[in-house]
C-alpha cells in the first residue's frame, strides 16, 4: 500500500511538471524586438512611405505585429517635439530607431543615446549635417540612407523653366524651419544666377503662411513656382496643390504623390524606395548587425512626372520631348 501511494504522488508530481515545463518555456522566450520610428511627418502623408518600410523590414523576414513591433512617433511637422518624443523612445529601450522625414529626428535621437542604433532617411548630406563620419564609415550607433532630395532644386528650375519658357519671374517656397533651408536657397539662387532667372523668394512654415505665399506670387505675376522639399508641405500637399490650381500657377513639386494629387510635374528622389532601403538594414541590425559596418546608401532612383490634365487646365503644352522624358505620364 505504501508503494502504490508512493508511486502514485511520483506521477502526479512528475504530470505537475510536464504541464509546468512548457510554461517555463514561454516565459523564458525572448521579447518580441520594438523599433522606434521617429518622423517629422504625420501618418497620413507617409502612410505609402511606412509601407514600403514594412516591406524592406520582410525582406529581412520580419513581420509587423508577428515577431517585430514598431512604436510610431509623430512630430506632425513640429520639430520642437523631436527632442521629447526621442527621449521616450530611448526611455523604452527600443532595438532600433529608425528616423525619417528630414535629418532633424537622427539628430535629436543622436543626442539621446550612443548605444541603441539609428537608421535614417534624409534629403539632407549627412556627413555635413554631423550624423556620421563619412558615407562608407559611419562609425558610431547610426547609418541610413541619403535621399539626395535637398540637392535637387537647380534641376527642378531647370525643368520648370523648360515647361514655363514664358516665366520671366519664377516664385520659389521654401520651409524658413526645415534644417535644409540654407543648402535648398543655396541652390535655388545659384541655379538661377546661371540662367539669368529672376526669382521671387517665398518662405512658409504654416497653413496660414502658405496661403499667403501663394497670395503674394500671384499678386507678384509670378509665372511659375518652385516648392521645396519640406516636411511640413508633405503634411499640406492637399493645400498646396489646390492653391496652385486656384491661383492658375503652373508648380513643380519634389514628391510624385504631388503630381499624382493634381499637381503639374514633380522630380524628385523615389522616396518609397529610400524608405525599403531603411527597413531592409533596420531588419540586418535586428539580426545583429552594426550601424558602423553598413555604409550609408545614397538613393539611385528618381522620378519625374508631369500630370498632362494639369498642364491642359493651365493652357500649356508639353513636348514631345519633354513627355519622354518623363518616367510618368498622369493623363
Do not use: C
Not at 57 to 85: H, K, S
Not at 185 to 214: M, N, P, T, Y
Not at 273 to 302: M, N, W
Request: proline share 5%; hydrophobic share 45%.
Amino acid at each position: 500500500m505504501a508503494f502504490d501511494i508512493g508511486r502514485r504522488r511520483f506521477i502526479s508530481a512528475l504530470g505537475g511538471a510536464a504541464v509546468a515545463w512548457p510554461l517555463a518555456a514561454r516565459a523564458q522566450q525572448p521579447a518580441m524586438p520594438v523599433i522606434g520610428f521617429l518622423s517629422t511627418g504625420s501618418p497620413g502623408p507617409y502612410a505609402a512611405s511606412v509601407a514600403a518600410l514594412r516591406r524592406g523590414l520582410n525582406e529581412t523576414d520580419f513581420t509587423e505585429g508577428q515577431n517585430v513591433a514598431i512604436e510610431y512617433r509623430w512630430a506632425e511637422g513640429q520639430y520642437d517635439r523631436l527632442p521629447v518624443l526621442a527621449a521616450d523612445l530611448v526611455r523604452r529601450q527600443v532595438a532600433v530607431i529608425v528616423a525619417t522625414g528630414s535629418i532633424a529626428p537622427a539628430l535629436a535621437a543622436k543626442a539621446l543615446t550612443k548605444s541603441i542604433p539609428i537608421v535614417f532617411s534624409t534629403g539632407g548630406d549627412p556627413v555635413q549635417g554631423g550624423l556620421v563620419d563619412s558615407l562608407n564609415r559611419p562609425s558610431g550607433n547610426v547609418t541610413g540612407v541619403f535621399a539626395l532630395v535637398d540637392s535637387l532644386e537647380g534641376k527642378r528650375l531647370g525643368l520648370l523653366r523648360e515647361m514655363v519658357p514664358t516665366a520671366t519671374l519664377i516664385a520659389a517656397l521654401l520651409d524658413p524651419v526645415n534644417p535644409a533651408f540654407e543648402s535648398q536657397l543655396k541652390d535655388i539662387q545659384e541655379a538661377a544666377r546661371a540662367v539669368g532667372q529672376q526669382l521671387q523668394i517665398l518662405h512658409a512654415s504654416s497653413e496660414h503662411e502658405i496661403d499667403s505665399a501663394f497670395a503674394t506670387a500671384a499678386q507678384s505675376r509670378a509665372g511659375a513656382m518652385l516648392v521645396s522639399a519640406s516636411p511640413v508641405y508633405a503634411i499640406r500637399r492637399d493645400q498646396l496643390v489646390a492653391l496652385a490650381a486656384r491661383h492658375a500657377i503652373p508648380t513643380i513639386f519634389y514628391q510624385r504623390e504631388f503630381a499624382v494629387a493634381g499637381g503639374l510635374m514633380s522630380y524628385g528622389t523615389n522616396f518609397l524606395e529610400a524608405y525599403r532601403q531603411v527597413g531592409v538594414y533596420t531588419g540586418k541590425i535586428l539580426k545583429g548587425a552594426k550601424p558602423a559596418d553598413l555604409p550609408v546608401q545614397q538613393s539611385t532612383k528618381f522620378e519625374f512626372v508631369i500630370n498632362l490634365k494639369t498642364a491642359k487646365a493651365l493652357g500649356l503644352t508639353v513636348s514631345n520631348s519633354m513627355q519622354l522624358l518623363a518616367d510618368e505620364v498622369i493623363e
